[in-house]
């Protein structure tokens, strides 16, 4: 997992949240209110949610844009159960959130891209699985799976 996740509030503009974004050279950040976790806004939020509809971003905040319900994992949880939770859900990236003294702090992000670097047999094994059942694999991560296996 990343260790070093980048926020923003969900009361930012998107063109303030863009600018993090881009000197972070990063696709995504997680949306805080109030310091805890309420969603996440990538990339493909912001085409779909402002570009694609000539938005101003300078006068739509990140809560009107960003990606909830928000799904998280523990430090705990094992790659295998974070992959298939993407998958059900059709997520490429995961908050990490570690309980401590009754609150759940944000102590990383796991993305598929990255699971598919470090782990390319877990996505070979889904590849395998979707050919067993018939099933497709989400559009969105079968970019991801066919990337990273040759």
Known sequence: MIREVITVDSD?????????M???EIGCVV???NGRVAGIMTERDILKRIVAVSKDSEKTFVKEVMSMPIFVVNPEVTLEDA????FKHKIKKLPVLENR???D???GLVTLTDIARVQS?????????F????EAPPKSMEKVMNYYIV
Do not use: C, F, P, S
């Not at 050919?131 to 018939?134: P, Y």
């Open 121 to 129: 047999n877990l996505i070979e094994q889904l590849m395998e699985h």
């Open 105 to 107: 702090e944000l102590v």
């Open 83 to 86: 992959v298939m939770l993407m």
């Open 31 to 33: 949306v805080l209110e």
């Open 131 to 134: 050919k067993m059942t018939g």
């Open 12 to 20: 930012y503009t998107i063109k303030h949240a863009v600018n993090i």
């Open 22 to 24: 881009n000197r972070g």
């Open 101 to 103: 003294d009754g609150n």
